[in-house]
Antibody
């Protein structure tokens, strides 16, 4: 079955960077776009951006442009999300979420990884 | 950005009752509205896409309706496992956006 397994929780200081991984299995990695969505504690969901694992092209929400980089490693079927210049308000659970439709960047998400808690604190 | 407003924030019902959750968009999203269920400590799960289509494996007691700016998620005959937080999400306008959620709790 399709599985998205994310890396473990991180604690970072303001100004640092974090890189979260999402290892996939159970489907053809290059056939489905991968999105990143975050959820601050007790808050709603916020879309960050998307990567096409086939060619590595990306699209980021304006809010994160310049601070986020999404990459992929086709040899291990893994996608990565790096967020730089971390702020306290970046404290959140970060999810990878596969696009629902093959070969389409449309933001409809199924399934999701289990989430990675990133805590930013001095 | 398209703002999605969900109501009520909290809904208290008993198992066996019907739940009606609302999602209103600040501008038309056509039928590109999805619903997700999230249980404590878990990732969201896709329930409904394109306003009224159930995702794979979703029970028939879940149904969605609406178009344009007003949407409804209905859950008939609530089961104990249905008590969770529900989010709506639009993909019509970039960037996609989510509502703040409705918490469905046991009365």
């Amino acid at each position: 079955q399709v599985q998205l397994v994310q890396s473990g929780a991180e604690v970072k200081k303001p100004g640092a960077s974090v890189k979260v991984s999402c290892k996939t299995s159970g489907y053809t990695f290059t056939n489905y776009y991968m999105h990143w969505v975050r959820q601050a504690p007790g808050q709603g969901l916020e879309w960050m951006g998307v990567i096409n694992p086939s060619d590595g092209t990306t699209s980021y929400a304006h809010k994160f442009q310049g601070r986020v980089t999404m990459t992929r490693d086709t040899s291990t079927s893994t996608v990565y999300m790096e967020l730089r210049s971390l702020r306290v308000e970046d404290t959140a659970v970060y999810y990878c979420a596969r696009g629902w439709e093959s070969s389409s960047p449309t933001p409809l998400f199924d399934p999701w990884g289990q989430g990675t808690l990133v805590t930013v604190s001095s | 950005e398209t703002v999605l407003t969900q109501s009520p924030a909290t809904l208290s019902l008993s198992p066996g009752e019907r739940a009606t959750l609302s999602c209103r968009a600040s501008q038309s999203v056509s039928s590109y509205l999805a619903w997700y269920q999230q249980k404590p400590g878990q990732a969201p799960r896709l329930l409904i896409y394109d306003a009224s289509n159930r995702a794979t494996g979703i029970p028939a007691r879940f149904s969605g309706s609406g178009s344009g700016t007003d949407f409804t998620l209905t859950i008939n005959s609530l089961e104990p496992e249905d008590f969770a937080v529900y989010f709506c999400q639009q993909r019509s306008n970039w960037p996609c956006s989510f509502g703040q959620g409705t918490k469905l709790e046991i009365k």
